[in-house]
Each structure stands twice: as structure tokens, then as C-alpha cells.
């Protein structure tokens, strides 16, 4: 019988160790990096092909998925990885396969693939809910025909617990699992648990998965009939649909990813002298008790000072805030004031950016994707255009423009807000690079809170 290892320290500080991505601006990390800093937006006219959509069905979809090509892309990757996620994906949904692909890029990132953590160490948040809509919606119309001849598959398949099932058996994962759906803030709810994982010492290392969001016509004729969408008066220019923060703004405009963090302890990632591509310092969610969709400036203050709380930091050492942004006139304007609220006189000294102007709203894996994408900034060292930004309704917030600017970060805030008044916030640090350094983001101690953070 093999011998564990003893578990890890509890409340550990937590890095991330590995990142995934497909997205409608790239199928890799660095193609998605590079779409960010280039200012190249995935935003266009959707062909229907489930039936009829919204008049003004513009989106951020991803485009030319091909999941066998992906794999085999991934030179790296040991081949008992690849045939056990052609084995277990090849027939799954669309929605699982790019899950699949953004945690195995995380994975071989990570470098768990060469000196792993034991699978009973390491744990699973799949971010998202309700992500098999698009998937049930194709088959009724032969289930109705036909009932008889439903694949006994779609037992499991519409569950979004067959994430959690296939990842895990692809990965080896055996430890702790769970679906954590928040709305529009499931990648953060998904960050917030792998943290609170890790810090409790219940794994050493934690796969945090943001699910694409495929929509079925259903759903977007619903989000289409209470006015959420925007694209109505840019229906022959798509790529200038989506404004956050601009006074034409008229509403999100959908977009798919599936996106990965790998979440470690800093002793763990010692141990394998793993990079420290970023470090997690903390993160909040607060309810403002509503069961509608308006935001709430109160909600969404609560959020970012619980992060900033959680984290042992002033906002003072903020340098930069990935807005939740969605390019809707009420949820830009709150944020605007929540955001002046929580900076006080620096306010204008924060750089502030959209990523949705670039992605499309992600939904369920948007906190995931902005995650990478803050990360990416600190590590390439700029921040990335906030599109279509031609007249601010702040004209006092520090927004970047048309495109990237050269401006190093080390601190940030990103926000994402979810209908149900579930507000997040969670707060990121750039660690430098370089093997073997996974710990280079000092921390000093303080007299009061949990760990107060230096803000150099």
C-alpha cells in the first residue's frame, strides 16, 4: 500500500498553479492573451440553428470547436491523458468536451501530469448551473417523435454533475467535488470555494471549472423578453454592440467559454517546485435579498470590502478592477457608484477595464475567464482596451481606451454580479516568474485581520 502524504497546514495562502481556456477569442491561454492585448473582439452575428432567436441574436460564440483536434494539439500531454479524454468525452455534449480541454491545458500547466498531488488531495468545483440547456432543448423534438430511442446517456449527461464525473475519472480527482452555480457569478462563487478548500486544508490542490454557456432559444427569447439584451441599435455592426460603461450601452451581450484555474497551496506547490502564475488572497459573496435582476450598489460594496477584508488588504492597495461590466445601462451605473464608494478619493487612480467588451458575457464561467484575463495582464504587463468606450458615463474613472496600455499591476479586484442579488468579488496578486518561485508574493504581518498583505 502506498504511503500518503501527511495533509497540508490549514489556511494556507493559495496560488494559482495552472490555467485553461477555449473561448470565442482563442482555444489556448495564449491565444486568448493575445486577442486581449490586441483588442480583438469575438462578437458577431449568430446564425440560428436550433430554431428561431431574438431578432438581434449577437454573441461572442465559440467557433470551430473541434475537440479531437484540441486534444491532439497538446503535444505534451502523456497519451494515457489523451485516450482516457477521447474514452470518457468523445460522445459527451459540447459543453463537457470544452471543459475538458481548458482543465487539461490548466492541468498540464500546473505540471500535475509530471509530479502530481495525490488524487485524494485534490478537489473539484465545477462553476455553473443549469449548463445542458442547449443540450436538452435539441433533443425534444425526437423525444417527442420517438421517445423510445433516448440515449440512456442523457440520464447523466443532463445533470451537471456529469462535469463533475467526467473530469474527475479523466484527471484522476478523488477528492473533494462539488456544482457551485451562482448565475452571472458562478466563476467566482466556483474561485471563492477551491479557496476556502484549499485554506481548510481539505485538498492541497483544487480544479475550479467554468462551464461554457450554451443557450438554447429558450433562453435567449427569455433573457430577449425582459430587455437584458443588447444589440438592437448596432444590428448591422455587431462588433459594436457591446459597451460597457459607454451612455449607448443597451445590454449584455452573451458569450462562451469554458475556462480553468488550478488553485494550490504555496507548500504544495513547493514541493514540486511549481510557478506561481498568481496568488488568490481572498474573496466574498454577499446577498442584497431580491428575486429580481436589479443591482444593488449596497450588495455589491459589501462584496468588494469582504474581499478586500478577507484578503487583509486596504483598498488602497488595489491598482487595477476587472468590472463585472456587462454593458447594461443599470448594472454599469451601480457598479460605477459601488466602485466610487469602495476607492473614496482614489477613485480615479484605479485603472478600470471590461473584459465582456472583448468576450461577450460568459455567464456561468465569466468570473474564471476574468480571472485569467487579470492574471494575464499582470503578467504581460498591460491593461486591455475597454471597446467601444466613445462616451464614459464616468467621466472620472480611469478607464483604459481603444487600446492596450503598458501599465505593470500587481494587485486587482474582479467583480461578478448574478441575478438572485448574489454579489463577489475576489481579490488577485501577481507573483513574479521564474521555476521554482512560487512564493515571491511577500506577505507581512499585521496587527490586526487575517494576514495584512504588503502592496508592493
Given at each position: 500500500?502506498?504511503?500518503?502524504?501527511?495533509?497540508?497546514?490549514?489556511?494556507?495562502?493559495?496560488?494559482?498553479?495552472?490555467?485553461?481556456?477555449?473561448?470565442?477569442?482563442?482555444?489556448?491561454?495564449d491565444a486568448f492573451a493575445a486577442s486581449l492585448e490586441e483588442g480583438r473582439s469575438g462578437i458577431r452575428r449568430l446564425e440560428p440553428d436550433l430554431g428561431s432567436m431574438p431578432a438581434a441574436a449577437i454573441g461572442a460564440a465559440i467557433d470551430g470547436?473541434?475537440?479531437?483536434?484540441?486534444?491532439?494539439?497538446?503535444?505534451?500531454?502523456?497519451?494515457?491523458l489523451v485516450k482516457a479524454a477521447q474514452r470518457v468525452a468523445r460522445r459527451a455534449p459540447f459543453t463537457i468536451q470544452a471543459s475538458v480541454i481548458a482543465a487539461i491545458e490548466a492541468w498540464h500547466q500546473a505540471g500535475l501530469q509530471l509530479s502530481g498531488v495525490a488524487g485524494e488531495r485534490i478537489g473539484l468545483v465545477v462553476a455553473g448551473h443549469n449548463t445542458t440547456r442547449r443540450y436538452q432543448y435539441s433533443l425534444g423534438r425526437d423525444f417527442e417523435r420517438q421517445p423510445q430511442y433516448l440515449s440512456p446517456k442523457y440520464a447523466l449527461h443532463h445533470l451537471d454533475s456529469d462535469q463533475i464525473g467526467v473530469l474527475s475519472q479523466i484527471l484522476g480527482i478523488k477528492g473533494e467535488g462539488m456544482v457551485a452555480g451562482?448565475?452571472?457569478?458562478?466563476?467566482?462563487?466556483g474561485i471563492i470555494q477551491g479557496l476556502r478548500l484549499l485554506r481548510l486544508g481539505?485538498?492541497?490542490?483544487?480544479?475550479?471549472?467554468?462551464?461554457?454557456?450554451?443557450?438554447?432559444?429558450?433562453?435567449?427569447?427569455?433573457?430577449?423578453?425582459?430587455?437584458?439584451?443588447?444589440?438592437?441599435?448596432?444590428?448591422?455592426?455587431?462588433?459594436?454592440?457591446?459597451?460597457?460603461f459607454d451612455r449607448r450601452h443597451e445590454g449584455f451581450i452573451p458569450g462562451q467559454a469554458a475556462a480553468c484555474l488550478i488553485l494550490e497551496s504555496d507548500e504544495s506547490a513547493r514541493r514540486r517546485?511549481?510557478?506561481?502564475?498568481?496568488?488568490?488572497?481572498?474573496?466574498?459573496?454577499?446577498?442584497?435579498?431580491?428575486?429580481?435582476?436589479?443591482?444593488?450598489?449596497?450588495?455589491?460594496?459589501?462584496?468588494?470590502?469582504?474581499?478586500?477584508?478577507?484578503?487583509g488588504l486596504e483598498a488602497a492597495a488595489i491598482a487595477y478592477v476587472n468590472t463585472h461590466g456587462t454593458s447594461s445601462p443599470k448594472g454599469d451605473q451601480v457598479?460605477?457608484?459601488?466602485?466610487?464608494?469602495?476607492?473614496?478619493?482614489?477613485?480615479?487612480?484605479?485603472?478600470?477595464?471590461?473584459?465582456?467588451?472583448?468576450?461577450?458575457?460568459c455567464l456561468y464561467s465569466a468570473g474564471v475567464v476574468e480571472a485569467i484575463a487579470t492574471?494575464?495582464?499582470?503578467?504581460?504587463?498591460?491593461?486591455?482596451p475597454n471597446l467601444n468606450l466613445e462616451d464614459p458615463i464616468?467621466?472620472?474613472?480611469?478607464?483604459?481606451?481603444?487600446?492596450?496600455?503598458?501599465?505593470?499591476?500587481?494587485?486587482?479586484?474582479s467583480n461578478s454580479f448574478g441575478f438572485g442579488g448574489i454579489n463577489t468579488s475576489i481579490v488577485l496578486r501577481a507573483c513574479a516568474r521564474g521555476r521554482g518561485s512560487p512564493t515571491a508574493c511577500p506577505i507581512a504581518p499585521s496587527a490586526s485581520g487575517r494576514n495584512r498583505r504588503s502592496a508592493s
Open positions: 500500500m502506498t504511503a500518503q502524504r501527511p495533509p497540508l497546514s490549514p489556511d494556507p495562502r493559495v496560488l494559482v498553479t495552472g490555467m485553461g481556456i477555449v473561448s470565442a477569442i482563442g482555444h489556448t491561454v470547436f473541434d475537440f479531437e483536434g484540441l486534444l491532439g494539439r497538446r503535444a505534451a500531454t502523456p497519451e494515457p451562482g448565475a452571472s457569478a458562478s466563476g467566482n462563487v481539505l485538498v492541497d490542490a483544487c480544479l475550479v471549472v467554468g462551464v461554457v454557456a450554451d443557450l438554447s432559444p429558450m433562453e435567449w427569447q427569455a433573457f430577449h423578453g425582459i430587455g437584458a439584451l443588447g444589440g438592437k441599435a448596432f444590428a448591422d455592426q455587431p462588433e459594436r454592440a457591446c459597451r460597457p517546485g511549481a510557478d506561481g502564475l498568481a496568488e488568490i488572497l481572498g474573496g466574498a459573496t454577499a446577498l442584497h435579498a431580491t428575486a429580481f435582476t436589479d443591482p444593488d450598489v449596497d450588495g455589491e460594496v459589501r462584496a468588494m470590502r469582504g474581499a478586500l477584508r478577507d484578503a457598479e460605477m457608484e459601488a466602485l466610487r464608494a469602495v476607492f473614496g478619493q482614489r477613485f480615479p487612480d484605479v485603472w478600470v477595464n471590461a473584459t465582456k467588451g472583448l468576450t461577450g458575457h492574471i494575464v495582464q499582470f503578467r504581460r504587463g498591460f491593461i486591455h464616468e467621466p472620472a474613472a480611469r478607464f483604459s481606451g481603444a487600446a492596450a496600455i503598458r501599465a505593470p499591476v500587481r494587485t486587482a479586484l
